[in-house]
């Protein structure tokens, strides 16, 4: 838990959100400003920064955090039409949140190359 860092804080439940999976390692909410008609952050409990912060202790967990996206996309309904998923790390990926969370976007068709 990192004082000062908004996902620790919704983590902790002293920030809400709506919340789409939970267990003893990670969370999934839907995005404040969803960019598809699906958009739910996956992340993980213990605080990372980024997945450029994270070391080979971490493997376990990171799977964990794209199993949870697979398995929320069926959930949701969308994994037969697909989605993109996202990791944006540091200032040229243009993570804005210091806390490690993968987008699942979905619900329409994502262009490439992304923006
Ligand atoms: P990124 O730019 O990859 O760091 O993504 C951060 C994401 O967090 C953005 O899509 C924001 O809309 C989302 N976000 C920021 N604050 C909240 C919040 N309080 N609850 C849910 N999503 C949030
Ligand atoms: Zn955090």
């Given at each position: 838990?990192e004082?000062?860092?908004?996902?620790?804080?919704?983590?902790?439940?002293?920030?809400?959100?709506?919340?789409?999976?939970e267990?003893?390692?990670v969370?999934?909410?839907?995005?404040?400003?969803?960019?598809?008609?699906?958009h739910?952050?996956?992340?993980?409990?213990?605080?990372?920064?980024?997945?450029?912060?994270?070391?080979?202790?971490?493997?376990?967990?990171?799977?964990?955090?794209?199993?949870?996206?697979?398995?929320?996309?069926?959930?949701?309904?969308?994994?037969?039409?697909?989605?993109?998923?996202?990791?944006?790390?540091?200032?040229?990926?243009?993570?804005?949140?210091?806390?490690?969370?993968?987008?699942?976007?979905?619900?329409?068709?994502?262009?490439?190359?992304?923006?």
């Amino acid at each position: 838990m990192e004082a000062h860092c908004l996902f620790c804080k919704i983590v902790a439940k002293t920030i809400p959100a709506k919340l789409a999976y939970e267990d003893e390692r990670v969370l999934a909410f839907h995005d404040i400003n969803p960019q598809s008609p699906v958009h739910v952050l996956v992340i993980p409990k213990a605080h990372m920064t980024s997945l450029a912060h994270s070391t080979p202790d971490d493997e376990a967990l990171l799977g964990h955090c794209l199993r949870t996206v697979a398995t929320l996309a069926e959930s949701l309904g969308v994994a037969h039409a697909g989605y993109r998923t996202v990791i944006n790390t540091g200032i040229d990926g243009g993570q804005t949140v210091h806390h490690l969370h993968v987008h699942l976007l979905a619900g329409r068709a994502h262009g490439w190359p992304p923006g």
